[in-house]
C-alpha cells in the first residue's frame, strides 16, 4: 500500500522544486559582453583621439597664423618697401647694425643733386622689399659724417650685415648726369650685393647703360662739397 505523496518543505516553510513553487520564476537578464564592453571603450578612445587630433591641427594653424602676421607686422613697422627719412645717429647705428641689408643716403635739403637722387632710391626702395632704404641730414649727424669720412654730396652707402660694403659718391658712377636712368643706379647697388636682380633684368641695364654712357648734359650741376 502506497503511502500518500507530501509536499516537500524546506526549514522556512517554502516549497522545493519538487513541489508546487511558491512564486512565479524570475527572469534572468544576462550581464553584458566583455566584447561588447571593450568596443564601446574603444569608440570612446578613437573619438577622444580625432578631438585631440583636431585640436592639435587647430593649434597648429593657429600657430602659423600668428607667425604670419607677426612677419607682417615686423616689414610693416621696419618700413621695407618705403624710403624713410630718418631724424637722428642713433636711430641710423640701430637700424643699420640690426638689417641685413640697407641703403643709407647722407643728403643735404639745399642740395639739387641730393632731391634727384632721392627720387631714384624712393623708386627702388619700393621695388626691392627685402632691402631697407634710409636718408638722414649730415646736419643731423656730425659723427657720423666724420666717422665715414663723408665730403661730397650726395653720398649713398651701402651697409649689409651693419658693415659698410661700398660707396656712392655724387654722379661719377652714375654717367655725370642729372638725367640718369634709375635702372643704373640700381645696377651699380646690385655689383654691392645690397640689392638683387634676375639675369634678365641685369641685362637690360647694360644694354641701357651702353647706350646711355656717350651721351652727357653740359649744363650738369656738379656734385656738392660739404
Avoid at 122 to 144: Q, S, W, Y
Amino acid at each position: 500500500m502506497l503511502e500518500p505523496t507530501h509536499d516537500a518543505h524546506d526549514h522556512h516553510g517554502h516549497k522545493h522544486a519538487s513541489g508546487q513553487p511558491c512564486c512565479a520564476p524570475q527572469e534572468i537578464h544576462p550581464e553584458p559582453e566583455a566584447t561588447e564592453l571593450d568596443e564601446d571603450a574603444l569608440f570612446e578612445e578613437l573619438e577622444k583621439d580625432d578631438d585631440h587630433l583636431l585640436a592639435d591641427m587647430r593649434e597648429r594653424r593657429m600657430a602659423e597664423l600668428r607667425a604670419e602676421m607677426m612677419q607682417a607686422q615686423e616689414e610693416a613697422s621696419s618700413s621695407f618697401g618705403s624710403y624713410e627719412n630718418i631724424l637722428s645717429e642713433k636711430e641710423v647705428l640701430l637700424i643699420t647694425t640690426s638689417t641685413d641689408k640697407c641703403v643709407v643716403h647722407f643728403y643735404h635739403k639745399e642740395f639739387r643733386r641730393c632731391q634727384i637722387m632721392d627720387r631714384h632710391l624712393g623708386t627702388l626702395a619700393r621695388k626691392h622689399g627685402k632691402t631697407r632704404f634710409l636718408k638722414i641730414d649730415v646736419e643731423v649727424c656730425p659723427f657720423l659724417v666724420e666717422k665715414l669720412q663723408i665730403k661730397v654730396l650726395p653720398c649713398v652707402i651701402p651697409f649689409i650685415n651693419g658693415v659698410s660694403v661700398d660707396r656712392l659718391v655724387g654722379f661719377e658712377e652714375l654717367g655725370e648726369s642729372d638725367a640718369f636712368q634709375t635702372a643704373i643706379l640700381e645696377k651699380r647697388l646690385v655689383e654691392t650685393k645690397v640689392l638683387s636682380m634676375g639675369e634678365f633684368e641685369t641685362a637690360a641695364v647694360r644694354k641701357t647703360i651702353f647706350g646711355f654712357a656717350e651721351k652727357k648734359n653740359d649744363d650738369d650741376d656738379e656734385d656738392s662739397d660739404y
